[in-house]
Nanobody, 120 residues
Framework: QVQLVESGGGSVQPGGSLRLSCTAS????????MGWYRHSPGKQRELVAV???????KYADFVKGRFTISKDNVKNTMYLQMNSLNIEDTAVYYC??????????????WGQGTQVTVSP
């Protein structure tokens, strides 16, 4: 069973920065896509950014130019560097992993979530 351990959330003022980390247990697979999602009160959970095993990235429009997703494949750890944070970024951020030997065998795993609060 894969476990995802997150860290790095907290409180920051608008314009500030935070860095989230997520470490996955187990070995990488042929399909290994990690990502960050967030959930704000009153909203549905939304994709923030994803990164593939080869380093391909995809960002939600609302974070482009502000957030950077990266991954250390040796440490099996994903990072989300968040700059120029604004109040609308306040949410619980969840680490996500989609892993499998093939598309048909992909399993999805979630971290416990880490709170990010942006307030004056």
């Amino acid at each position: 069973q894969v476990q995802l351990v997150e860290s790095g959330g907290g409180s920051v003022q608008p314009g500030g920065s935070l860095r989230l980390s997520c470490t996955a247990s187990g070995n990488s697979a042929r399909i290994d896509i990690m990502g960050w999602y967030r959930h704000s009160p009153g909203k549905q959970r939304e994709l923030v950014a994803v990164i593939g095993l080869g380093g391909t990235t995809k960002y939600a429009d609302f974070v482009k130019g502000r957030f950077t997703i990266s991954k250390d494949n040796v440490k099996n750890t994903m990072y989300l560097q968040m700059n120029s944070l604004n109040i609308e970024d306040t949410a619980v951020y969840y680490c996500n992993l989609k892993r499998g030997a093939s598309i048909a065998s992909i399993r999805e795993f979630w971290g416990q979530g880490t709170q990010v609060t942006v307030s004056p």
